[in-house]
Protein backbone atom coordinates (compact mmCIF):
# COMPACT_ATOMS: atom_id res chain seq x y z
CA UNK A 1 0.00 0.00 0.00
CA UNK A 2 1.34 3.32 -1.47
CA UNK A 3 1.61 6.14 2.04
CA UNK A 4 -0.09 9.19 1.73
CA UNK A 5 1.98 11.91 0.33
CA UNK A 6 2.68 14.91 2.84
CA UNK A 7 2.56 18.19 2.30
CA UNK A 8 4.94 20.80 3.41
CA UNK A 9 3.44 21.83 7.11
CA UNK A 10 3.33 17.96 7.73
CA UNK A 11 6.78 17.16 6.73
CA UNK A 12 8.05 20.90 8.71
CA UNK A 13 6.13 19.66 11.78
CA UNK A 14 7.53 15.48 11.34
CA UNK A 15 11.35 16.87 11.08
CA UNK A 16 11.08 19.28 13.87
CA UNK A 17 9.82 16.23 16.04
CA UNK A 18 13.03 14.27 14.75
CA UNK A 19 12.28 12.65 12.43
CA UNK A 20 15.95 13.67 9.82
CA UNK A 21 14.18 12.16 6.70
CA UNK A 22 11.43 14.92 6.22
CA UNK A 23 13.98 17.55 5.16
CA UNK A 24 15.51 15.38 2.62
CA UNK A 25 11.72 15.09 1.24
CA UNK A 26 11.43 19.16 1.72
CA UNK A 27 14.64 19.39 -0.13
CA UNK A 28 14.15 17.00 -2.95
CA UNK A 29 10.58 18.32 -3.16
CA UNK A 30 12.02 22.03 -3.98
CA UNK A 31 15.44 22.11 -4.93
CA UNK A 32 15.39 22.54 -8.81
CA UNK A 33 12.80 25.36 -7.93
CA UNK A 34 14.97 27.10 -5.29
CA UNK A 35 18.29 26.62 -6.94
CA UNK A 36 16.71 27.86 -10.33
CA UNK A 37 15.84 31.26 -8.65
CA UNK A 38 19.15 31.26 -7.34
CA UNK A 39 21.36 30.85 -9.96
CA UNK A 40 18.90 33.39 -12.27
CA UNK A 41 19.71 35.74 -9.53
CA UNK A 42 23.88 35.13 -9.18
CA UNK A 43 24.63 33.46 -12.57
CA UNK A 44 27.19 31.32 -11.51
CA UNK A 45 26.65 27.54 -10.52
CA UNK A 46 29.26 27.61 -7.89
CA UNK A 47 27.98 30.88 -6.30
CA UNK A 48 24.60 29.34 -6.82
CA UNK A 49 25.39 26.12 -4.87
CA UNK A 50 27.12 27.88 -2.04
CA UNK A 51 23.51 30.10 -1.67
CA UNK A 52 21.31 27.16 -1.83
CA UNK A 53 23.79 25.49 1.00
CA UNK A 54 23.79 28.24 3.14
CA UNK A 55 19.77 28.69 2.23
CA UNK A 56 19.90 25.28 3.85
CA UNK A 57 22.10 25.47 6.74
CA UNK A 58 19.81 29.00 8.02
CA UNK A 59 16.21 26.58 7.14
CA UNK A 60 17.99 23.77 9.84
CA UNK A 61 18.95 26.06 12.05
CA UNK A 62 15.40 28.10 12.25
CA UNK A 63 13.67 24.68 12.32
CA UNK A 64 15.98 23.56 14.97
CA UNK A 65 15.33 26.34 17.39
CA UNK A 66 11.81 25.85 16.70
CA UNK A 67 11.25 29.61 14.89
CA UNK A 68 9.16 28.75 11.83
CA UNK A 69 5.99 29.71 12.09
CA UNK A 70 5.44 30.24 7.95
CA UNK A 71 2.44 27.39 8.58
CA UNK A 72 2.51 25.65 5.10
CA UNK A 73 4.20 28.24 3.26
CA UNK A 74 7.69 26.07 3.09
CA UNK A 75 8.37 27.25 -0.62
CA UNK A 76 8.16 31.36 -0.14
CA UNK A 77 9.71 31.09 3.27
CA UNK A 78 12.61 29.31 1.77
CA UNK A 79 13.29 31.36 -1.35
CA UNK A 80 12.53 34.74 0.80
CA UNK A 81 15.74 33.04 2.56
CA UNK A 82 17.84 32.62 -0.60
CA UNK A 83 16.53 35.80 -1.96
CA UNK A 84 18.22 37.43 1.34
CA UNK A 85 21.40 35.80 0.89
CA UNK A 86 21.74 36.83 -2.78
CA UNK A 87 21.12 39.97 -1.83
CA UNK A 88 23.37 40.20 1.04
CA UNK A 89 25.90 38.52 -1.27
CA UNK A 90 26.00 41.36 -3.61
CA UNK A 91 25.87 44.41 -1.07
CA UNK A 92 29.31 42.67 -0.09
CA UNK A 93 30.93 42.47 -3.36
CA UNK A 94 29.07 45.84 -4.50
CA UNK A 95 27.72 44.44 -7.92
CA UNK A 96 24.59 43.30 -9.34
CA UNK A 97 24.43 40.16 -11.10
CA UNK A 98 24.50 39.70 -15.00
CA UNK A 99 22.91 36.79 -16.72
CA UNK A 100 24.99 35.59 -19.70
CA UNK A 101 24.97 31.61 -21.09
CA UNK A 102 28.08 29.28 -19.96
CA UNK A 103 29.67 26.53 -21.25
CA UNK A 104 27.86 24.03 -18.57
CA UNK A 105 24.28 26.82 -18.90
CA UNK A 106 22.43 27.74 -20.75
CA UNK A 107 19.16 30.27 -20.25
CA UNK A 108 17.55 29.23 -23.50
CA UNK A 109 17.63 25.43 -22.40
CA UNK A 110 15.86 26.36 -19.32
CA UNK A 111 12.99 27.79 -21.61
CA UNK A 112 11.92 24.33 -22.70
CA UNK A 113 11.67 25.06 -26.15
CA UNK A 114 9.22 23.54 -28.29
CA UNK A 115 10.41 20.78 -31.22
CA UNK A 116 10.13 23.31 -33.51
CA UNK A 117 12.18 22.59 -36.93
CA UNK A 118 15.24 24.06 -37.02
CA UNK A 119 14.73 27.19 -38.65
CA UNK A 120 11.91 28.29 -36.09
CA UNK A 121 14.42 26.84 -33.34
CA UNK A 122 17.34 29.17 -34.26
CA UNK A 123 14.91 32.47 -34.59
CA UNK A 124 13.13 31.80 -31.35
CA UNK A 125 16.76 31.30 -29.60
CA UNK A 126 18.22 34.80 -31.01
CA UNK A 127 14.96 36.45 -30.03
CA UNK A 128 15.77 34.67 -26.26
CA UNK A 129 19.09 36.13 -26.39
CA UNK A 130 17.90 39.32 -27.44
CA UNK A 131 15.15 39.99 -24.64
CA UNK A 132 17.83 38.30 -21.83
CA UNK A 133 20.11 41.14 -23.15
CA UNK A 134 17.03 43.89 -22.45
CA UNK A 135 15.85 42.32 -19.32
CA UNK A 136 20.02 43.11 -18.04
CA UNK A 137 18.84 47.01 -18.66
CA UNK A 138 16.04 46.97 -16.21
CA UNK A 139 16.16 48.11 -12.65
CA UNK A 140 17.29 45.08 -10.31
CA UNK A 141 13.18 44.86 -8.44
CA UNK A 142 12.15 44.94 -12.20
CA UNK A 143 14.96 42.26 -13.45
CA UNK A 144 14.32 39.76 -10.36
CA UNK A 145 10.32 39.93 -10.62
CA UNK A 146 10.69 38.81 -14.90
CA UNK A 147 13.19 36.33 -14.11
CA UNK A 148 10.95 35.09 -11.14
CA UNK A 149 7.86 34.63 -12.83
CA UNK A 150 9.08 33.78 -16.44
CA UNK A 151 12.36 31.36 -15.79
CA UNK A 152 11.60 30.29 -11.85
CA UNK A 153 7.62 29.92 -12.77
CA UNK A 154 6.60 31.48 -9.80
CA UNK A 155 3.09 32.71 -8.60
CA UNK A 156 2.55 36.68 -8.13
CA UNK A 157 1.60 35.03 -4.70
CA UNK A 158 5.35 32.99 -4.72
CA UNK A 159 7.21 36.01 -5.85
CA UNK A 160 5.71 38.85 -2.82
CA UNK A 161 6.25 36.10 -0.47
CA UNK A 162 9.61 35.39 -1.44
CA UNK A 163 10.71 39.12 -2.05
CA UNK A 164 9.02 40.63 1.34
CA UNK A 165 6.87 42.53 -0.77
CA UNK A 166 3.05 42.52 -1.37
CA UNK A 167 1.31 41.12 -4.41
CA UNK A 168 0.77 44.53 -5.69
CA UNK A 169 4.17 45.27 -5.31
CA UNK A 170 5.22 42.72 -7.62
CA UNK A 171 2.62 43.20 -10.13
CA UNK A 172 3.68 46.63 -10.20
CA UNK A 173 7.22 46.05 -10.84
CA UNK A 174 6.72 43.52 -13.66
CA UNK A 175 4.09 46.21 -14.94
CA UNK A 176 6.90 48.99 -15.16
CA UNK A 177 9.08 46.07 -16.44
CA UNK A 178 7.33 45.35 -19.29
CA UNK A 179 6.71 48.94 -19.61
CA UNK A 180 10.47 49.77 -19.90
CA UNK A 181 11.26 46.58 -21.92
CA UNK A 182 8.49 48.15 -24.56
CA UNK A 183 10.53 51.73 -24.32
CA UNK A 184 13.80 50.33 -24.82
CA UNK A 185 12.13 47.69 -27.67
CA UNK A 186 10.69 50.78 -29.57
CA UNK A 187 14.15 53.15 -28.57
CA UNK A 188 16.38 50.45 -30.39
CA UNK A 189 13.89 49.70 -33.40
CA UNK A 190 13.89 45.92 -32.47
CA UNK A 191 11.65 43.41 -34.49
CA UNK A 192 10.84 40.63 -31.72
CA UNK A 193 8.81 38.29 -33.58
CA UNK A 194 9.17 34.88 -35.30
Not at 37 to 50: C, M, Q, T, W
Not at 55 to 75: A, H
Request: net charge negative.
Amino acid sequence: MQQPVLNDRELVEMYQQGNEDCLTVLIERHQKRIFSAILFLVNNRELAEDIFQDTFVKVINTLKKGSYNEEGKFLPWVLRISHNLVIDHFRRNQRMPMVHDKEDYSIIESLQLMDDNVQDKIVKEQIYKEVRLLVEELPYEQKEVIILRHFADMSFKEIADATGVSINTSLGRMRYALINLRKVIEKKKLVLAA
